[in-house]
């Protein structure tokens, strides 16, 4: 009598086991034709799983076709609800593919150029209308001299002398450049 009890009991996990298997390939199609296309293949499989060991853990009692089916179906569903929430979530719905983006050029775009050829050709000639003290003090500030060498270049006495050249110099060329240099300029 304990050998038939054995015998059924193995005969019952073996047919579990067979329904099991073909419960999951036709999860994995539900899955798939519900799933964006995208993450059909991996993301399929991975339901797949996660509801046999749902069914594992949380129904091993059902062994009937009739009852595993609807089940695992159900189960499957929630699961891809959750998979698209958590796409939702994050962000992966709206995500465009690097090789869809166009390339950036590395400098500036024309617009861009022609602003900074407008400031240049503006700043050369305000420079060109300073006086000539002025312009060797800013010839040597762009040459990265630091105040004390400009002094020893110009002669000047004080160093105080020449700040406030300097600074007469940069008032002078606001004046040029204009009220409207500094919108410019950003």
Known sequence: MANRIIDNDLQIFVERNQILEQLRERIVR??????AEGVRDGAAQDIAQEVLLVLHEKYPTLDRAEDLVPLSLEIARFKVLAARRKTIRRGENTQVSVDDLPLAGGGPDPFEQAVRRERLNRLEAALKELGVRCREIFRMKLQGLSFIEIQKEL????????????????????????????????
């Open 155 to 186: 002669k000047v006495g004080s160093l105080t002398t020449l700040y406030t050249w300097d600074l007469r110099c940069r008032k002078q060329l606001h004046e040029r450049l204009g009220p409207d240099w500094e919108s410019l300029k950003k």
């Open 30 to 35: 539900f899955a798939a034709s519900r799933l």
